[in-house]
């Protein structure tokens, strides 16, 4: 139990597009997700919390317009990265707080984004 | 907010010895402490956590204890093996607080043969 995917697992995509990457909890339902970015050899850094039902909550210095997200449903949160620029080449990491548990976030496996 | 520090940044130990990690946090009203295991390129996974009511708490061959008073919380791994070689990250999160996790800078862990 406890399982959260995410898709796709790597994207390349050109200077100027938006990408969408997806966080999916498949056997529970989580009404928080949260949204971490990672740089080679760094530390996780929050990006993000998102709620169902209600808008994000940002973390200082993230740019809302430009990572856009969606929560829709219990079990999807989106992170849309507007007019992706080389800087937002990262891995992006998802996790997600099951509704029954007070503490434990199960993270997603990641997505790989290569900005050229 | 939240500021966790971890050290040390890089650490490496013969298999069997045992390795420390050690974090310091700022809130001291921060409740939940889990310890992360990350391999390259994938996922964090949680390998022990602790809560602010108890001191230490053990897992085999990983403990980890907590000092409130300090604020500061240790993770403790015993008869290391080549497979614990990793990067560790600890957090330190409130609940209520929208259970956001504060990460450390993490802990390049070697166990050479």
């Known amino acids: 139990g406890a399982v959260v995917s995410q898709h796709p697992s790597r994207v390349i995509c050109k200077s100027g597009t938006s990408v969408k990457i997806e966080c999916r909890s498949l056997d529970f339902q989580a009404t928080t997700m949260f949204w971490y970015r990672q740089f080679p050899k760094k530390s996780l850094m929050l990006m993000a919390t998102s709620n169902e039902g209600s808008k994000a909550t940002y973390e200082q210095g993230v740019e809302k317009d430009k990572f856009l997200i969606n929560h829709a449903s219990l079990t999807l949160s989106t992170l849309t990265v507007t007019s992706a620029h080389p800087e937002d080449s990262s891995f992006y990491i998802c996790?997600?707080?099951?509704?029954?548990?007070?503490?434990?976030?199960?993270f997603g496996p990641g997505t790989r984004l290569t900005v050229l | 907010g939240e500021n966790v520090e971890q050290h040390p940044s890089t650490l490496s130990v013969q298999e069997g010895d045992s390795a420390v990690i050690k974090c310091t946090y700022s809130?001291?009203?921060?409740?939940?402490f889990p310890w992360y295991k990350q391999e390259l390129g994938k996922r964090p996974q949680l390998i022990i956590d602790i809560r602010s009511n108890v001191g230490e708490k053990k897992d085999q061959r990983i403990a980890v204890t907590l000092n409130k008073t300090a604020k500061h919380f240790s993770l403790h791994i015993t008869e290391t093996q080549p497979e614990d070689s990793a990067v560790y990250f600890c957090?330190?999160?409130?609940?209520?607080?929208?259970?956001?996790?504060?990460f450390g800078t993490g802990t390049q862990l070697k166990v050479e043969l």
């Open positions: 957090a330190a999160s409130l609940t209520g607080g929208g259970n956001k996790l504060t």
């Open positions: 809130d001291s009203a921060s409740n939940y």
């Open positions: 996790s997600a707080r099951n509704s029954g548990t007070r503490f434990e976030q199960f």
